[in-house]
């Protein structure tokens, strides 16, 4: 009989622990989701530049996961994610979405829909914020503009060379963007659009145009969206209306 009770004890404890591990799994097993991060925060919107933003959200026996963006304003509707699930491996669920200059300015919330087999559905949600900046242009300038020759007899050919570089640690050239040429005569204060050109492989451009009275003349470039404006010295030349000889 001692043998027999000893034998039943021992069933009865093991019995015990299986039930308490059975409840543990149980519970580590409870659908659940948690939104990890948001990255980055604050989200910094550059001038005109997408910023591209993840969420990383965390979950135990889910089947689907839905995540919506909004602003916290009751004026503006909710924002979906673009792209609304780009990777999934076990509990980790990543999305991925954009912020522009059109988008709302200030508080924002993130809030992950979790959904299990049976269509039981746990939410969780966290704040982030979106900032506008204005985007600062690099520093541009027209090198070593000049107008040639110095002096010529109206109707011939006045010839413009120069470069254009920007300011990346040091001065380097810029390919593929147009300058513009102005000219005003002498005892004048408006300055007139003569003509363009685009810049090459070393920043250079090269243009032309006809003489028709004496004058300066200067070279401009309007700027983009990543770089500023500039303008060249101005470079007379001297117009005459008689032959030499």
């Known amino acids: 009989m001692k043998r027999i009770a000893i034998g039943l004890l021992s069933a009865a404890v093991s019995g015990s622990l299986l039930m308490s591990a059975g409840t543990a799994f149980a519970e ?3 659908l659940s989701v948690r939104i990890d991060s948001v990255n980055p925060n604050p989200v910094v919107v550059q001038g005109d530049d997408d910023t591209r933003v993840t969420i990383e959200v965390r979950t135990t026996e889910a089947e689907r996961v ?9 004026q503006l509707r909710t924002q979906d994610a673009r792209e609304p699930r780009i990777f999934h491996q076990g509990d980790l669920w990543r999305f991925t979405t954009s912020f522009d200059a ?21 939410t969780d949600e ?21 107008a040639s ?10 010839y413009f060379t120069g470069r254009l570089q920007v300011n990346d640690h040091r001065w380097k050239d810029v390919r593929g963007e147009e300058v513009e040429i102005y000219f005003r005569k002498r005892g004048s204060s408006a300055w007139k659009f003569v003509t363009s050109a685009d810049t090459g ?4 451009f090269r243009a032309k145009a006809r003489a028709t009275k004496s004058g300066e003349y ?5 700027g983009t969206d990543d770089l500023s404006e500039s303008r060249s010295r101005s470079d007379r030349v001297r117009v005459y209306n008689y032959y030499r000889r």
């Open 28 to 30: 580590r097993a409870a």
């Open 66 to 74: 839905e995540l919506r963006l909004k602003p916290v304003s009751d």
């Open 102 to 122: 059109s988008d709302f300015e200030g508080r924002w919330v993130a809030i992950a829909d979790a959904y299990d087999k049976d269509g039981k559905k746990v």
């Open 126 to 146: 966290v704040n982030f914020s979106v900032k506008h900046e204005k985007k600062e242009k690099a520093e541009t300038r027209v090198y070593r503009f000049s």
């Open 149 to 158: 020759p110095e002096s010529v007899r109206k109707g011939r050919w006045v």
């Open 201 to 204: 492989w070393k920043g250079t």
């Open 218 to 222: 200067r070279a401009i470039f309007d």
